[in-house]
Protein backbone atom coordinates (compact mmCIF):
# COMPACT_ATOMS: atom_id res chain seq x y z
CA UNK A 1 0.00 0.00 0.00
CA UNK A 2 1.75 3.14 -1.35
CA UNK A 3 1.06 6.53 0.27
CA UNK A 4 -1.36 7.09 -2.39
CA UNK A 5 -3.38 3.99 -2.29
CA UNK A 6 -3.46 5.17 1.39
CA UNK A 7 -4.71 7.80 1.29
CA UNK A 8 -7.33 6.51 -1.24
CA UNK A 9 -8.33 3.89 0.82
CA UNK A 10 -8.84 6.60 3.61
CA UNK A 11 -10.94 8.90 1.82
CA UNK A 12 -13.74 5.79 0.94
CA UNK A 13 -14.52 5.81 4.52
CA UNK A 14 -14.92 9.87 4.45
CA UNK A 15 -11.16 10.32 5.90
CA UNK A 16 -10.19 12.92 3.20
CA UNK A 17 -6.13 13.34 4.34
CA UNK A 18 -4.81 17.42 3.93
CA UNK A 19 -1.72 17.86 2.77
CA UNK A 20 -0.20 18.73 6.27
CA UNK A 21 -1.70 15.38 7.45
CA UNK A 22 -0.06 13.30 3.90
CA UNK A 23 3.20 15.27 4.63
CA UNK A 24 2.78 14.11 8.34
CA UNK A 25 2.24 10.51 7.49
CA UNK A 26 5.80 10.68 4.96
CA UNK A 27 7.85 12.47 7.77
CA UNK A 28 6.83 9.85 10.29
CA UNK A 29 7.70 7.01 7.94
CA UNK A 30 11.11 8.90 7.32
CA UNK A 31 11.66 9.42 10.99
CA UNK A 32 10.79 5.44 11.51
CA UNK A 33 13.38 4.13 9.31
CA UNK A 34 15.80 6.62 10.23
CA UNK A 35 15.62 6.15 14.14
CA UNK A 36 15.24 2.24 13.67
CA UNK A 37 19.10 2.34 12.20
CA UNK A 38 20.01 2.34 15.84
CA UNK A 39 16.34 1.63 17.97
CA UNK A 40 14.69 -1.23 17.56
CA UNK A 41 11.16 -0.01 16.79
CA UNK A 42 10.05 -2.00 14.06
CA UNK A 43 11.30 -4.98 11.69
CA UNK A 44 9.32 -3.32 8.72
CA UNK A 45 10.85 -0.80 7.05
CA UNK A 46 9.87 -0.75 3.24
CA UNK A 47 7.15 1.96 2.79
CA UNK A 48 4.18 0.40 1.62
CA UNK A 49 4.42 -2.56 4.22
CA UNK A 50 4.89 0.52 6.98
CA UNK A 51 1.78 2.08 4.96
CA UNK A 52 -0.21 -0.77 5.27
CA UNK A 53 0.84 -2.69 8.47
CA UNK A 54 1.67 0.04 11.27
CA UNK A 55 -0.85 3.37 9.51
CA UNK A 56 -3.62 1.65 7.72
CA UNK A 57 -3.60 -1.16 10.47
CA UNK A 58 -3.33 1.38 13.47
CA UNK A 59 -6.50 3.24 11.68
CA UNK A 60 -8.75 0.89 11.25
CA UNK A 61 -10.75 0.80 14.28
CA UNK A 62 -11.12 4.68 13.42
CA UNK A 63 -12.59 3.40 9.95
CA UNK A 64 -15.03 1.19 11.06
CA UNK A 65 -16.27 2.47 14.06
CA UNK A 66 -15.93 6.30 14.13
CA UNK A 67 -18.30 6.40 16.71
CA UNK A 68 -16.33 4.84 19.26
CA UNK A 69 -13.87 7.85 19.32
CA UNK A 70 -15.66 10.38 20.41
CA UNK A 71 -15.49 14.04 19.87
CA UNK A 72 -12.07 15.17 22.04
CA UNK A 73 -11.91 11.56 23.90
CA UNK A 74 -9.37 10.86 26.26
CA UNK A 75 -7.25 7.69 24.62
CA UNK A 76 -4.54 5.88 26.57
CA UNK A 77 -2.40 3.51 24.18
CA UNK A 78 -0.67 1.21 26.41
CA UNK A 79 2.55 -0.34 25.19
CA UNK A 80 2.80 2.07 21.70
CA UNK A 81 6.28 1.34 20.82
CA UNK A 82 6.74 3.41 18.00
CA UNK A 83 3.27 5.04 18.96
CA UNK A 84 1.21 2.70 17.36
CA UNK A 85 -2.22 2.47 16.75
CA UNK A 86 -2.98 5.52 18.72
CA UNK A 87 -0.25 8.26 16.80
CA UNK A 88 -2.09 7.52 13.65
CA UNK A 89 -5.24 7.94 14.91
CA UNK A 90 -4.27 11.04 16.17
CA UNK A 91 -2.85 12.07 12.97
CA UNK A 92 -6.25 11.68 11.56
CA UNK A 93 -8.48 13.01 14.89
CA UNK A 94 -6.30 16.01 16.07
CA UNK A 95 -9.09 16.51 18.61
CA UNK A 96 -8.33 13.28 20.61
CA UNK A 97 -6.74 13.72 24.22
CA UNK A 98 -3.69 11.11 23.79
CA UNK A 99 -1.95 9.47 26.21
CA UNK A 100 0.80 7.03 25.79
CA UNK A 101 2.63 4.60 28.59
CA UNK A 102 5.40 2.35 27.44
CA UNK A 103 8.26 0.97 29.33
CA UNK A 104 11.12 2.09 27.28
CA UNK A 105 12.91 5.57 27.27
CA UNK A 106 14.74 5.03 24.16
CA UNK A 107 11.19 4.61 22.37
CA UNK A 108 9.70 7.39 24.48
CA UNK A 109 12.92 9.64 23.32
CA UNK A 110 11.88 8.45 19.77
CA UNK A 111 8.42 9.72 19.92
CA UNK A 112 9.14 12.95 22.17
CA UNK A 113 11.55 14.02 18.99
CA UNK A 114 8.42 12.63 16.67
CA UNK A 115 5.68 14.72 17.98
CA UNK A 116 7.62 17.91 17.44
CA UNK A 117 8.28 16.93 14.26
CA UNK A 118 5.03 16.35 13.21
CA UNK A 119 3.35 19.43 14.69
CA UNK A 120 1.42 17.50 17.30
CA UNK A 121 0.20 18.48 20.08
CA UNK A 122 -2.28 17.13 23.40
CA UNK A 123 0.10 13.83 23.54
CA UNK A 124 1.02 13.12 27.04
CA UNK A 125 3.69 10.93 27.13
CA UNK A 126 4.19 8.50 30.57
CA UNK A 127 7.66 6.34 31.36
CA UNK A 128 6.36 3.54 33.18
CA UNK A 129 5.30 -0.16 33.72
CA UNK A 130 1.36 -0.83 32.68
CA UNK A 131 1.01 -2.09 35.75
CA UNK A 132 2.18 0.76 37.98
CA UNK A 133 0.45 3.02 35.88
CA UNK A 134 -3.14 1.45 36.60
CA UNK A 135 -2.52 2.30 39.83
CA UNK A 136 -1.49 5.68 39.92
CA UNK A 137 -4.42 7.51 40.57
CA UNK A 138 -3.89 10.29 38.10
CA UNK A 139 -4.41 7.36 35.37
CA UNK A 140 -6.63 4.91 36.75
CA UNK A 141 -9.90 4.86 35.48
CA UNK A 142 -9.69 8.22 34.02
CA UNK A 143 -9.69 7.28 29.99
CA UNK A 144 -12.73 6.91 27.65
CA UNK A 145 -10.93 4.56 25.33
CA UNK A 146 -7.91 2.24 25.65
CA UNK A 147 -6.21 0.46 23.31
CA UNK A 148 -2.96 -1.86 22.56
CA UNK A 149 -2.00 -3.62 19.86
CA UNK A 150 0.23 -6.81 19.71
CA UNK A 151 1.17 -6.45 23.57
CA UNK A 152 0.46 -9.51 25.36
CA UNK A 153 -2.33 -12.38 25.32
CA UNK A 154 -5.61 -11.11 25.75
CA UNK A 155 -5.98 -12.31 29.35
CA UNK A 156 -2.61 -10.20 30.38
CA UNK A 157 -3.68 -7.47 28.49
CA UNK A 158 -6.42 -6.84 29.73
CA UNK A 159 -5.33 -6.35 33.48
CA UNK A 160 -2.69 -3.71 32.21
CA UNK A 161 -5.87 -2.01 29.97
CA UNK A 162 -8.75 -2.30 31.83
CA UNK A 163 -7.81 -0.46 34.97
CA UNK A 164 -6.83 2.64 33.11
CA UNK A 165 -10.61 2.62 31.63
CA UNK A 166 -13.26 4.47 33.30
CA UNK A 167 -16.65 3.00 33.65
CA UNK A 168 -19.27 3.16 30.84
CA UNK A 169 -15.41 3.49 29.22
CA UNK A 170 -13.57 1.05 26.43
CA UNK A 171 -10.75 -1.43 25.92
CA UNK A 172 -9.93 -1.97 22.02
CA UNK A 173 -7.32 -4.71 21.57
CA UNK A 174 -5.61 -4.84 18.25
CA UNK A 175 -5.34 -8.49 18.12
CA UNK A 176 -3.28 -11.14 15.94
CA UNK A 177 -5.41 -14.01 13.73
CA UNK A 178 -5.49 -16.51 17.23
CA UNK A 179 -7.24 -13.99 19.18
CA UNK A 180 -10.94 -15.70 19.33
CA UNK A 181 -8.62 -18.44 21.21
CA UNK A 182 -6.85 -15.92 23.61
CA UNK A 183 -10.48 -14.40 24.17
CA UNK A 184 -12.17 -17.88 25.34
CA UNK A 185 -9.19 -18.13 27.86
CA UNK A 186 -9.09 -14.16 29.24
CA UNK A 187 -13.12 -14.20 30.02
CA UNK A 188 -12.91 -15.24 33.48
CA UNK A 189 -9.50 -12.03 33.51
CA UNK A 190 -12.31 -9.74 31.90
CA UNK A 191 -15.02 -10.19 34.30
CA UNK A 192 -12.79 -9.88 37.37
CA UNK A 193 -11.30 -6.81 35.60
CA UNK A 194 -14.73 -5.17 35.11
CA UNK A 195 -14.90 -5.65 31.19
CA UNK A 196 -17.24 -6.96 29.12
CA UNK A 197 -17.07 -8.16 25.30
CA UNK A 198 -18.50 -5.91 22.99
CA UNK A 199 -17.64 -7.56 19.67
CA UNK A 200 -14.68 -9.18 18.10
CA UNK A 201 -14.30 -8.70 14.41
CA UNK A 202 -11.82 -10.39 11.83
CA UNK A 203 -10.51 -8.23 9.19
CA UNK A 204 -8.11 -8.65 6.25
CA UNK A 205 -6.08 -6.22 5.41
CA UNK A 206 -6.12 -4.81 1.57
CA UNK A 207 -4.11 -6.53 -0.65
CA UNK A 208 -3.06 -8.71 1.67
CA UNK A 209 -4.08 -12.09 2.78
CA UNK A 210 -2.67 -10.94 6.71
CA UNK A 211 -5.83 -11.03 8.81
CA UNK A 212 -6.64 -8.89 12.21
CA UNK A 213 -9.07 -9.51 14.84
CA UNK A 214 -10.44 -6.30 16.38
CA UNK A 215 -12.17 -6.40 20.03
CA UNK A 216 -14.16 -4.30 21.93
CA UNK A 217 -14.52 -4.32 25.59
CA UNK A 218 -16.97 -1.98 27.65
CA UNK A 219 -16.22 -1.25 30.98
CA UNK A 220 -19.15 -2.32 32.98
CA UNK A 221 -17.90 -2.10 36.77
CA UNK A 222 -14.88 -0.64 38.52
CA UNK A 223 -11.96 -2.90 38.45
CA UNK A 224 -11.54 -3.60 42.30
CA UNK A 225 -8.39 -2.27 43.80
CA UNK A 226 -5.67 -4.74 44.18
CA UNK A 227 -5.69 -4.74 39.95
CA UNK A 228 -3.14 -4.61 38.76
CA UNK A 229 -1.08 -6.91 40.28
CA UNK A 230 3.14 -6.03 41.00
CA UNK A 231 4.73 -5.44 37.79
CA UNK A 232 5.68 -8.29 36.03
CA UNK A 233 2.82 -10.85 37.78
CA UNK A 234 0.83 -10.06 35.49
CA UNK A 235 3.10 -12.27 32.59
CA UNK A 236 3.95 -14.45 35.16
CA UNK A 237 0.33 -15.81 36.34
CA UNK A 238 -2.58 -14.83 34.31
CA UNK A 239 -6.13 -14.26 35.72
Avoid at 11 to 23: A, D, G, I, R, T
Avoid at 25 to 53: A, G
Avoid at 227 to 234: E, F, I, K, L
Amino acid sequence: MNPELFAETLSKYNFKLSPVQEQQFKTYFKELVRVNEHVNLTRITDEDEVYLKHFYDSVTPLLLWPEVFAEGAKLCDVGAGAGFPSLPIKILRPDLEVTIVDSLGKRLNFLSDLLEKLGIEGVNLVHGRAEDVGQNPDYREKFDLVTARAVARMSVLSEYCLPLAKVGGKFLALKGPRADEELEDAKGALEKLGGEVVFSRVITLPGSAEERILVLVDKVKATPGKYPRQAGTPNRKPL
